[in-house]
């Protein structure tokens, strides 16, 4: 077996041709791991532009007004009313981790164990720090503004349904992503990825590989963020 | 272009080669570039057969499951066509069970059935024979997407055993009357059938992505795309669909749970039940049809592309002639794949959307005809002036193309909206999808059992048994479908449970009972099949290796039936397409594709 140089393959136009017309690969160079999360990816993007859809059809269809968001998220701190400041700082936090996790990726190559592990921690506890946040917003809304999902004192009753649902699928997908951060950081700190410790469950090896893959996962779940952003608190 | 390229690369690799022996520079192959796949070897009887990583037993392990419970999807036919046919004989089934039947045996056959039997089992097991790979990518994660599908199924049956029983909303499962009262299986069927659903589309996802990158990223040398048997070119466009597809479901089945048991109005608009307001408003029933449309078109050829493959390669085989227009046979797939996506609301035209999409649906509807058309041509091209020999799965195939262009041909009817909207919900429509995606991809399916059983267990098919099989399925599925044709134009509608007597019969009642004697007829045929199955997995007449002389790889193992790890210490190494039969030029008539060409100097080797 030889590695591939991928350098050394056409590029451009020729090199799309090249690719889809070789044997044995398709994607030159790219591991199976890193192109399956590619494609899950997509699948998962299908998920989201289905829900965000929706979301849009009822936004267009409802007959009741839909609530005014910068009201209904805005937080009083010492007195004055700062609309979407909560969702300021959770968005600032998820990206600021999908910062540390490239960083780890870097890293991770360089075969720098510790700085790499401790990013993925930082990386973790930035994930968890939004979930926290999400639950304190959702535990507010719920007990303090009396939003349910079948209705709300601000307008149109799909508005919480959609915000519970949206939100809460992501907030899933972040805790899943926060979940393997940290079993990742440990096995960072303990040199799995060095001496090719088989996993537990599927006695395999693994490399640092594996960590640009649940990077590629992080950022994933930080841009499909973006998009709830906009069309939940900005619209 | 194809020309220079190949020079290239035959150079580059000339000077690469530094194994010391010489290579005819037709036989360079580029070296490895995927490092050797670590497999896991079981090693107790639970890792080795019922916690399986081998992709192979998987994909035993997916068809079984899907044929069980696919039996019980036949045994709900049987009951409503005893019901339709002979009402006052057998009145056991009321209109709640009949409801009930309809919508299980529904969704068993399109998901449960076709959809795991093509992409689980067809797929696990022919996708790394196929391409030469040791197993699929992932392994483990292939494990678990049969465990996922097996609980999906197993929560699917459980429904028949909660109080209120399995749903009755029709497989569509449209709200709002899916989750209303009145409707039978409103209360658990209903939310077992949704988390189902989603279990089946967290599973299938596990499994598709494996069969993807097992194509995309596993094949072996000198494997190029275009190498690829159509069999694996259908698998893996299918399972693109599925998997930009099974989205949509998903995301259904989770806004209509949470209207079912949190009280939202995503699909519910304001409405009232049994003289009371419901407390649900300004939901949309349509989005909802959208939605699962948007999904349920493309699940029509996921269940159709695998076939389309399939039966090509059957097709050559037997009738010992290259496919005709291999290229072609490719885009059309894909360009039917990437159409599919743009017609979903050809099934809405009634639904009240506006009727302006109506023009745009249908228009996209009429071009899929076009690539279709190409296959049945080179289909049957391929047979022209071909040594045609009938044995079953030939049989097959050739029922497969007729029922096909029977089915295709009433779909360019359904498909035009002034044509449809009289013929909406009548058994025009059931007659179609029933030839067009449930007899002629099963027909496929068969002549698939009776083409790889041989690979599988090492033993043939009993051949008496499989014509009676094939002949009494073939007739008897037109006797079924052709007069339901009829009833459709007379206007009897769909999913009514008794209309004996009722105006729309009066030409019809006989044909009603005469459709209830052919399906029972076929139905009990197909016990026979699992008999032979069954009996010839032990008993049957031992295979020589490569039964049918095919050439792809699956039938090149070092052992029949294959082993875990498939090829045994080396990989194949391929030469050319999985088509060259009766080559000219050469002395012998069939050249697999590990076969190097300076083995067949005198042949003509077709570019691909």
């Known amino acids: 077996m030889s590695e591939i140089d991928t350098s050394k393959l056409p590029q451009g136009g020729k090199g799309f041709v090249h690719d889809f017309a070789a044997d044995q690969t398709t994607f030159k160079g790219v591991p199976w791991g890193k192109a399956m999360m590619w494609i899950f990816l997509l699948s998962d993007t299908f998920i989201f532009s289905c829900f965000l859809i929706s979301l849009m059809t009822a936004r267009a269809s409802t007959t009741v007004e839909w609530p005014y968001p910068s009201e209904v998220f805005g937080l009083t701190m010492f007195g004055v009313e700062v609309p979407l400041l909560l969702i300021a700082i959770m968005t600032f936090v998820l990206i600021t981790s999908s910062g540390t996790m490239a960083l780890a990726v870097k890293y991770g190559y360089e075969k720098n164990r510790k700085m790499c592990a401790w990013l993925i921690l930082a990386t973790a506890i930035g994930g968890l720090t939004f979930v926290g946040m999400q639950a304190f917003e959702w535990s507010k809304l719920i007990f303090h503004d009396g939003v349910r999902p079948w209705g709300n004192p601000f307008g149109a009753e799909q508005f919480g349904a959609f915000f519970f649902m949206i939100t809460g699928f992501h907030g899933t997908h972040v805790s899943i992503g926060v979940i393997f951060l940290f079993i990742f950081a440990r096995k960072t700190f303990r040199g799995d990825f060095d001496t090719g410790r088989r996993g537990y469950f599927t006695s395999m090896k693994s490399d640092y590989k594996a960590i640009e893959i649940l990077g590629l996962y992080w950022h994933f779940v930080d841009l499909v963020w973006v998009f709830i952003f906009a069309f939940f608190y900005l619209w | ?608």
């Open chain 2, 1 to 608: 272009m194809d020309e220079e390229n190949n020079n290239n690369k035959i150079e580059t690799k000339a000077a690469d080669s530094s194994s010391g022996s010489y290579v005819p520079p037709a036989d360079n192959i580029p070296a490895s570039e995927i490092p050797e796949q670590e497999l896991y070897h079981a090693k107790s009887f639970w890792t080795r057969w019922v916690f399986c990583q081998d992709a192979k037993v998987i994909g035993v392990q997916y068809a079984l499951t899907a044929t069980a419970v696919g039996l019980i999807g036949l045994i709900l036919s049987w009951g409503m066509r005893l019901q339709l046919g002979f009402p006052e004989t057998f009145s056991f089934l009321g209109p709640a069970t009949y409801y009930q039947s309809v919508t299980m045996h529904g969704m068993i056959m399109v998901v449960y059935l076709l959809t795991a039997l093509f992409l689980g089992g067809f797929g696990n097991y022919l996708i790394p024979l196929m391409v030469g790979a040791r197993d699929m990518v992932f392994p483990y994660v292939n494990m678990v997407s049969f465990w996922m599908f097996l609980v999906a199924v197993l929560v699917l049956i459980s429904s028949f055993f909660v109080p209120g029983g399995p749903t009755g909303a029709g497989w569509t499962l449209y709200p709002p009357q899916a989750i209303m009262p009145g409707t039978p299986g409103s209360e658990m069927g209903i939310v077992l059938m949704l988390i189902s659903l989603s279990l089946f589309v967290i599973g299938f996802t596990m499994g598709g992505l494996n069969y993807v990158i097992t194509i995309l990223q596993a094949r072996t040398r000198g494997m190029t795309l275009m190498r690829m048997p159509l069999t694996i070119w259908g698998i893996f466009t299918a399972t693109v669909l599925a998997l930009l597809a099974f989205p949509a479901l998903f995301v259904a089945c989770i806004m209509m749970t949470l209207d079912n048991l949190l009280g939202t109005s995503f699909f519910m608009p304001e409405i009232f039940t049994m003289g009371e307001q419901l407390g649900t408003s300004g939901g949309s029933p349509i989005l909802f049809q959208h939605l699962f449309w948007f999904f349920g078109h493309p699940e029509v050829y996921i269940v159709a592309l695998p076939a389309f493959g399939i039966v090509s390669d059957l097709i050559s085989v037997h009738a010992r002639k290259n496919i005709f227009g291999y290229r072609m046979m490719v885009w059309a797939i894909v360009i039917i794949g990437a159409l599919s996506f743009v017609v979903w609301a050809h099934h809405m035209y009634v639904s009240g959307m506006n009727p302006y999409f109506g023009f745009f649906f249908a228009t996209t509807t009429l071009i899929i005809a076009v690539p279709t058309a190409i296959k049945v041509y080179n289909w049957v091209l391929t047979l022209w002036r071909g040594n045609i020999h009938l044995t079953i799965p030939m049989l097959f195939s050739l029922g497969f193309i007729v029922t096909f262009v029977n089915g295709g041909i009433t779909g360019l009817f359904l498909g035009n909206v002034i044509i449809d909207i009289p013929l909406s919900d009548t058994y025009f429509v059931v007659a179609h999808f029933h030839m067009v995606m449930g007899i002629a991809p099963l027909m496929v399916i068969f002549g698939a059992i009776y083409h790889w059983f041989p690979l599988i267990s090492g033993r043939h098919l009993n051949q008496t048994l499989g014509k009676i099989h094939f002949w009494i399925s073939f007739v008897g599925a037109y006797a079924i479908y052709f007069p339901m044709h009829y009833l459709g134009f007379i206007g009897v509608p769909r999913r009514y449970y008794e209309m004996y007597d009722s105006p729309y019969m009066t030409t019809g009642v006989g044909l009603n009972q005469f459709i209830t004697v052919a399906a029972l007829i076929v139905g009990f045929t197909q016990i026979l099949f699992l008999y032979n199955i069954i009996h010839s997995a032990f008993y049957g007449e031992k295979s020589e290796k490569n039964p049918w002389k095919a050439n792809s790889l699956e039938w090149h193992t070092p052992e029949m039936p294959p082993e875990h790890g498939n090829f045994g210490k080396e990989l194949p190494v391929v030469y050319r397409w999985p088509y060259d039969f009766s080559v000219p030029g050469i002395d012998r008539e069939y050249i697999p594709q590990h076969v190097a060409p300076s083995e067949v100097p005198t042949a003509k080797v077709e570019k691909t």
